[in-house]
């Protein structure tokens, strides 16, 4: 096993938005187990704290920062508290959000809003924050967007325009930082086996989801976390723009 002083991202520093359970956690795990020193944010902080036990166990360094990303003070005390710990940002990784799947005619304002706010809104702010220290690095962008930023299935109207604009702002964002040798991935998962279909306000949407998970093998987030630390791991001259990652059995 490669040692963390070692590893591909060894002096590297990343920040990890949502990483309290799912994709976010195994991303974090990953990250440290590359050699990265990792701050981990979410509101869960318990959960924060279980996980950065394991890293450290495993001889990470990890800092904990209790955020909720919906609001501006709580990005800019994040990004600070990263940067004064280690006096750099390198990766981040913008995968906190919620899918609150819904036909539009049975949705809640509050619910679409809050997507809005959380999967696009919350995710432009937090870069647009971390740029100087990204640029200054001449970092990396990792930006969670979902199978649901390419296909637009109904139910999912509020989901998906979150998802595709998170499609439109990384490519901007990329047109925009090349030059400054910052690199941007969009990473685009399908069905992962996760607790964010927990969350789903609409009964017939959330039975719709779970018979999905029964009928094909899903990703682990693991799986996910890996495509992450290939994207990050590349040597600086290579950008993968995308990633686009369904299970084998996942048709659309």
């Known amino acids: 096993m490669t040692s963390h002083s070692s590893g591909p991202l060894a002096g590297k520093v990343a920040l990890v938005t949502g990483a309290s359970s799912g994709i976010g956690e ?31 166990a495993a001889g990470g360094e990890v800092l904990v920062i209790e955020a909720d990303v919906t609001h501006d003070a709580d990005i800019k005390t994040m990004i600070d508290r990263t940067a004064a710990q280690w006096g750099q940002l390198d990766i981040l990784v913008n995968n906190a959000g919620q899918m609150l799947l819904s036909p539009l005619a049975e949705a809640r304002a509050q619910d679409l809003r809050h997507m809005v706010d959380l999967n696009l809104t919350a995710l432009m702010e937090i870069t647009r924050q971390a740029l100087p220290h990204l640029k200054a690095a001449k970092g990396h962008i990792v930006n969670v967007s979902s199978v649901a930023g390419r296909v637009a299935n109904p139910g999912s109207s509020g989901y998906a325009a979150t998802k595709f604009g998170v499609v439109g702002f990384s490519e901007a964002v990329r047109r925009e930082v090349y030059a400054d040798k910052v690199r941007v991935t969009l990473i685009e998962p399908g069905l992962v086996l996760t607790e964010l279909g927990d969350h789903i306000p609409n009964a017939g949407m959330k039975a719709g989801l779970e018979k999905r998970k029964q009928a094909m093998e899903g990703l682990e987030s693991e799986d996910i976390a890996a495509a992450i630390l290939y994207a990050v791991s590349q040597h600086p001259r290579v950008n993968v723009n995308e990633i686009l990652i369904r299970p084998t059995d996942q048709e659309r």
């Open 26 to 56: 195994a991303t974090a795990a990953a990250l440290a187990q590359a050699g990265a020193k990792v701050a981990v944010a979410a509101r869960r902080t318990d959960r924060l704290k279980a996980l950065a036990a394991r890293i450290g």
